[in-house]
């Protein structure tokens, strides 16, 4: 069975987009060949986008969050590993990455690293914590990008 690629890249609204695999970033361990893949791949794509100058915002998303408050936090289960934050922050400070958003955390978190957003978003269902269950809407323009997290019962029509 295939489900599709592990990352790939699109535009949407003026911005670009590169969507990642980060368990490879957790726990490579049984697939190393497929963490190096996405290694190049990744330096190929923020190496092009600077290389070709800011057309719009670049934006990563990822389902585990490279932290949940602070850059510096202890390792834990909800976030990256020190090492590979560190190495992946630098990597999108350097390319002019505006936000990173993510999930797994079944709770409302992030915070800033420079320039860089980490945006985590809770579920829909099965709630951690007290954020109620809901959705994050994103707009993205070649201006920036904007988020809010809605409960269920406050969706606006438009």
Same mark, same amino acid.
């Given at each position: 069975?295939?489900w599709?690629d592990?990352?790939f @890249?699109?535009?949407?609204?003026g @911005?670009?987009f590169?969507?990642l695999?980060?368990? #490879?970033?957790?726990d490579a361990? #049984? *697939?190393?060949?497929? @963490?190096?893949e996405?290694e +190049?791949? #990744?330096e190929?794509?923020?190496?092009s =986008?600077? @290389?070709?100058? %800011?057309r719009? %915002?670049?934006? /990563?998303?990822?389902? &585990? %969050?490279?932290? #949940?408050?602070a850059p510096d936090e202890d390792?834990? =289960?909800f976030n990256?590993? +020190?090492r590979a934050?560190?190495?992946?922050?630098?990597?999108?400070?350097?390319a002019?990455? *505006?936000?990173?958003f &993510?999930g797994? =955390?079944?709770?409302?978190?992030?915070g800033?690293?420079g320039a860089?957003?980490?945006?985590?978003?809770s579920? /829909?269902g099965?709630? /951690?914590g007290?954020?109620v269950?809901?959705?994050?809407?994103? &707009?993205? &323009?070649e201006?920036?990008v904007?988020? !809010? =997290?809605y409960?269920?019962d406050q /969706? %606006?029509e !438009?």
């Open positions: 069975r295939s599709g592990d990352y @890249a699109f535009w949407a609204g @911005a670009r590169l969507v695999n980060s368990q #490879l970033f957790v361990s #049984l *697939c190393p060949e497929l @963490a190096e996405q +190049r791949w #990744l190929e794509q923020l190496e =986008y600077k @290389a070709e100058g %800011p719009g %915002p670049l934006v /990563i998303l990822q389902h &585990t %969050p490279l932290f #949940l408050v390792d834990d =289960y990256v590993e +020190r934050r560190r190495r992946l922050l630098d990597k999108f400070s350097a002019g990455v *505006c936000a990173v &993510t797994h =955390y079944h709770r409302n978190a992030g800033r690293c860089v957003e980490v945006v985590v978003s579920a /829909i099965c709630q /951690i007290s954020d269950s809901g959705l994050r809407v994103v &707009t993205v &323009t201006a920036g904007r988020h !809010r =997290y409960g269920m /969706i %606006p !438009r």
